[in-house]
């Protein structure tokens, strides 16, 4: 079992960046792939971006390459975001999800999931 608390939304300036963050405990969090969703009104929960347990490897959904970055502190168990240029399309809430096994672009591959934290860029 892992508990995983999302932080750092808000609203924000169409150029402008937030920095999300996503706490983890109970279980080993180094053993689980990590993954960030987003979901906007009326839109089912989309793929952003994921992150191997151990070696850091990413991958990210092609409209968000070039702005935002994916990364993991194992020491402080914690899975960070950071999005910079952000679009008005961008506002969604945002989740964080670990998967005990091999990363997934596919939400419903996720174990676990926090409650979400909502993210608005203001045009």
């Known amino acids: 079992q892992v508990q995983l608390v999302e932080s750092g939304g808000g609203l924000v300036q169409a150029g402008g960046s937030l920095r999300l963050s996503c706490a983890a405990s109970?279980?080993?969090?180094?053993?689980?792939?990590m993954g960030w969703f987003r979901q906007a009104p009326g839109k089912e929960r989309e793929f952003v971006a994921r992150?191997?347990?151990?070696?850091?490897?990413?991958w990210y959904v092609e409209s968000v390459k070039g702005r935002f970055t994916i990364s993991r502190d194992n020491a402080k168990n914690t899975l960070y975001l950071q999005m910079n240029s952000l679009k008005p399309e961008d506002t969604a809430i945002y989740y964080c999800a670990a998967r005990a096994g091999l990363g997934s672009a596919d939400p419903t591959h996720y174990d676990y999931w926090g409650q979400g934290t909502q993210v608005t860029v203001s045009s």
């Open positions: 109970g279980r080993t969090f180094s053993s689980y792939a």
């Open positions: 992150i191997t347990r151990a070696s850091g490897v990413t």
